[in-house]
Nanobody
Framework: VQLQASGGGLVQAGGSLRLSCAVS????????????MGWFRQAPGKERELVAA????????YYVDTVSGRFTISRDDAKNTVYLQMHGLKPEDTGVYFC?????????????????WGQGTQVTVSS
């Protein structure tokens, strides 16, 4: 399974970005991503944290409290792509954002469920 994250950049506080994660390889159906997907971030000097996740069937989402109401995770199974729409960005949202996949469809809210990772995309929010 290969994951390619993109869409990061430099934005002022209050601005918006949309991250994309293209998934390929593995045992994908033609038009069905089929994996639990998560977006993680790692801020400088801090541990990586799960910020948003969506199960393979798309029914339900998870957000860490600090982004709830500002970030939206979604998936387009026809394109094998998962998105993270971020609004109202704050300087504390700065970090490297990674997408990750769990083909085994375990608990999508659990950090430890994810075993395939993309390379990360940098998000920098200036004050």
């Amino acid at each position: 399974v290969q994951l390619q994250a993109s869409g990061g950049g430099l934005v002022q506080a209050g601005g918006s970005l949309r991250l994309s994660c293209a998934v390929s390889g593995g045992a994908l159906d033609t038009h069905n991503l089929g994996y639990n997907m998560g977006w993680f971030r790692q801020a400088p000097g801090k541990e990586r944290e799960l910020v948003a996740a969506i199960p393979w069937h798309g029914r339900g989402t998870y957000y860490v409290d600090t982004v709830s109401g500002r970030f939206t995770i979604s998936r387009d199974d026809a394109k094998n792509t998962v998105y993270l729409q971020m609004h109202g960005l704050k300087p504390e949202d700065t970090g490297v954002y990674f997408c990750a996949a769990d083909p085994l469809r375990r608990d999508y809210r659990n950090y430890g469920s994810y075993n395939y990772w993309g390379q990360g995309t940098q998000v920098t929010v200036s004050s």
